[in-house]
């Protein structure tokens, strides 16, 4: 099983750029489609990014063109670049391995707070 710790959150600027970092454990991390989500509470949970064992990418509509999922999987780490951010990016940020694309498999890590403000 997989299991997360993220980094990298904080308070940003409209328009600015943050890099989140997700550290895996687990030995099978490289075969596991790995997913970004974000939480408040007036969405709940979204699911904002994925990205396949081979590197094929998928991005929420409310992401794309801003945001990059990345992944090295020679470190077990997962990556979320975000770019020309908007105040409704606002939320706590987590990562998680995927089953069928879409359903987190592993445990919740502590996730990392994004704030969007001017």
């Known amino acids: 099983q997989v299991q997360v710790v993220e980094s990298g959150g904080g308070l940003v600027q409209p328009g600015g750029s943050l890099r989140l970092s997700c550290a895996a454990s687990?030995?099978?991390?490289?075969?596991?489609?790995m997913g970004w989500f974000r939480h408040t509470p007036e969405k709940q949970r979204e699911l904002v990014a994925t990205i396949r064992s081979g590197g094929s990418t998928n991005y929420a509509d409310s992401v794309k063109g801003r945001f990059t999922i990345s992944r090295d999987n020679a470190k077990n780490m997962v990556y979320l670049q975000m770019n020309s951010l908007k105040p409704e990016d606002t939320a706590v940020y987590y990562c998680n391995a995927l089953w069928s694309e879409t359903i987190p498999l592993g445990s919740w890590g502590p996730g990392t707070q994004v704030t969007v403000s001017s």
């Open positions: 687990g030995s099978m991390f490289s075969i596991y489609t």
